[in-house]
């Protein structure tokens, strides 16, 4: 028995001994991440010298193939280093700095005749690593293996959303120990025992399943791939690349927020010249529908009518608005449109629409019609008509088009090849592609898409830049009839999460917030009116809607003001301070463009349901300038219960080396712009 013993412990150390560990660091030493054939492939990521991620398993489960597990050796290796910049043709910033290390690692299993290369790249403010497989036969995944073993988990703290639910990505955010989070949605943000902030999600998805986490072991998090109608994972010929699994690191909150490693992460620009795309502001046909003034469905109470939206077309030309989306104007609302996949046209207007006489108008005027397409999840009934529909829009000067996919997790409507209706979820590998079909279908028009009830952005605004936007959280609509509305905190805990994925269109700037009363226990925007200007800065996305009436803008010129001089297309972004869920404060610079010199800077801070007064450093200002400071915040009673309107608008000169002292009221904001004088 002392024999055998000794001999197990001698081939254990003899394997020991034979294992290889790899490890690359990010350009600045501070973050560096392991991988090993010790036993199982894994990969471990240390912050400052301690581990912030342990040994975590790698590999795959096929439907028929063996499984990438144990009998792996590392069999070669290679770096390479990246220093450059690229630019965006819009974004939250013009210029983008690629820094990093990387490390492309062989296994193999001889045994098998399998093999596969696990690539990572360490920036700055994180990692990325990504399989790569060559297989010569098909291959069917049924898992993926990998793990996220957060370090010290059970003093860590995360903000989270549930996955695989029947409401998609709208619901609002949890704060919990980390232990508690079960099967959650990516981005997945937390902080560890030492402060340190951490993020994970994935970059550049394409042909794959989305990844949701699912937490096994406390605090091992195990990629679990969204599945198909038929149960498998992903469907591959065998070669194949996933996506990034990412892991964004920061010493704070802010950090999370300037990192742009999703971007960096994905590919060029694959459309060529998209001088076309262009960013810009909306107002639309739209809020009246949820706050019951009109129907999307044909009727006395119909919004979309052609005298309506030359009304909407004209308030934007005078405003300086790009556009009008108008929803409810194409045959099929009538009815319970969330089950009318099947009836929807998307070329045939209803007889109160002139889509050709409103395009005229439009040219008139000075703004475009923006387009719909609401696919109530057959997306079946859309591929069949995605063609005409676009050519109608082309041919009537729209640009733009909003889709939406409203129906419940898991069931979105696909006919297959023998006539046979299957359900997909949203973020399974065929809606992935779906989505992607209908961005570069678009492209070839010259249209740009803002895609709602869509797969989670993972950075795809890069090579495909007319995928301008997407909703993807619970937007402003549930202000209107959710249950419950967003609370204070909600816009401050999108900052660090779903924000972290890419811009969000989440339709700021409601006025009126007292269409169903005020006080807390009505359907109403819980914000002053100070914070909703305010979100136009914090919230980014290249297109922003004014997404209150018309009339109710006209009502409060002071406020709208800002609307109307706030840019969606920018230098430079940078986040000042915040906490999540707390506060977050940003600035970003107007990138040079028609009313904007290039100089200016606009401000943006919220805070959840706590009001808090913050120092404002202005270094971020050029040095030797002189800015005039507009300001919009909460008047000194303002509170957002019963006081949301409360607005204080003022003036003062400042440079570089002033400080500004801002109060912000439960549930306010402030918005500043920053005029170069």
């Known amino acids: 028995m002392r024999l055998r013993y000794l001999s197990l412990c001698l081939a254990v150390l003899s394997a020991n001994a034979l294992a290889k560990t790899e490890q690359v660091r990010s350009p600045n030493g501070q973050i560096e991440v392991h991988i090993s054939d010790d036993n199982h492939p894994h990969y471990s990521v240390f912050f400052q010298g301690k581990p912030v991620i342990n040994e975590s398993k790698l590999g795959f489960d096929f439907q028929t193939a063996p499984s990438f597990r144990d009998g792996f050796e590392i069999v070669s290796s290679s770096q390479d280093n990246v220093s450059s910049t690229w630019q965006q043709p819009w974004g939250e910033e013009r210029e983008i700095t690629d820094n990093h290390h990387e490390l492309a690692v062989t296994f193999n299993n001889k045994a098998k005749q399998q093999a596969y290369t696990v690539r990572i790249r360490a920036f700055d403010d994180g990692i990325g690593f990504r399989y790569e497989v060559n297989n010569a036969k098909p291959l069917t995944v049924v898992r993926e293996l990998t793990e996220f073993s957060v370090a010290q988990s059970e003093k860590a703290t995360a903000w989270w959303i549930p996955a695989r639910g029947w409401n998609r990505y709208e619901y609002v955010y949890n704060t919990t120990p980390l232990q508690q989070a079960q099967l959650v949605h990516t981005p997945f943000t937390f902080k ?3 402060n340190v902030h951490l993020s994970i999600h994935e970059a550049a998805l394409v042909d794959y399943s989305a990844m949701v986490l699912d937490q096994r072991r406390p605090g091992t998090f195990v990629s679990n791939l969204t599945p198909w109608s038929d149960g498998t994972a992903v469907k591959t010929n065998g070669q194949f690349k996933t996506p990034w699994r990412t892991i964004q690191i920061a ?21 060529g010249d998209v001088s076309w795309v262009e960013p810009g502001k909306y107002v639309g046909i739209w809020w009246g529908m949820h706050i019951n003034k009109n129907t999307w ?25 790009d556009g009008v989306l108008v929803e409810g104007w ?13 009836v929807f046209s998307f070329s045939k207007p209803y007889d109160d629409f002139d889509i050709e006489a409103i395009a005229q108008y439009g040219k008139k005027v000075g703004a475009k019609l923006i387009g719909h397409h609401e696919t109530s999840g057959n997306v079946t009934n859309y591929r069949n008509q ?20 409203v129906a419940d997790g898991g069931n979105i409507k696909r006919i297959d090849a023998d006539g046979i209706a299957r359900y997909e979820w949203h973020d399974g590998q065929f809606m992935v592609n779906e989505y992607l079909d209908n961005v570069k279908l678009a492209a070839k028009y010259k249209i740009s898409i803002n895609t709602h009830e869509p797969i989670k952005d993972t950075g795809l605004r ?6 301008l936007a997407r909703e993807g959280a619970r937007g402003q609509e549930f202000n209107a009839w959710g249950t419950p509305p967003n609370p204070p905190e909600h816009t401050t805990m999108l900052a660090y999460t779903r924000m972290l994925a890419g811009p969000m269109d989440f339709t700021p700037g409601i006025f009126d917030m007292s269409f169903n009363g005020l006080g807390d226990q009505t359907n109403r925007p819980q ?17 922003q809607m004014a997404a209150d009436l018309p009339e109710n803008y006209e009502a ?29 404060v940003y600035t970003r610079k107007a990138k040079k463009h028609k009313q904007y010199s290039g100089n200016d800077w606009f401000l943006g801070a919220i805070t959840d349901e706590q009001a808090r007064d913050i120092e404002v450093k202005l270094d971020f200002l050029e040095a030797g300038k002189r800015f005039e400071a507009q300001i919009y915040q909460d008047g000194k009673d303002a509170e957002w219960k019963w006081k949301p309107y409360e607005l204080e608008v003022r003036k003062q000169i400042v440079t570089q080396q002033d400080t500004l002292s801002l109060h912000l009221a439960t549930s306010g904001g402030v918005a500043i712009r920053f005029k170069a004088l």
């Open 192 to 194: 560890n025992a030492d």
């Open 251 to 271: 010493k704070d909150t802010v950090g999370l927020l300037n990192s742009r490693l999703i971007l960096n992460l994905n590919e060029p620009n694959k459309l």
């Open 556 to 584: 409060r010129p002071d406020a709208f003001q800002f609307i109307k001089d706030v840019p969606t297309d920018w230098e430079k972004s940078i986040a000042l301070a915040g906490e999540v869920g707390d506060y977050v």
């Open 462 to 467: 890069r090579t495909y830049p007319n995928w």
């Open 527 to 543: 914000t002053t009116l100070a914070k909703q200007l305010a979100l136009y800065v914090v919230l980014y996305s290249p297109i």
């Open 386 to 405: 995605m063609t005409d529909a676009f050519e109608l829009y082309a041919k009537n000067n729209v640009s733009q088009v909003k889709t939406g996919y």
């Open 330 to 342: 194409n045959i099929g609302w009538d009815g319970d449109w969330f089950f009318n996949g099947d």
């Open 297 to 321: 469905g044909s009727g006395d109470k119909h919004g979309a009518t052609t005298a309506n939206t030359k009304h909407y077309l004209d308030f934007a030309a005078k405003n300086g608005f």
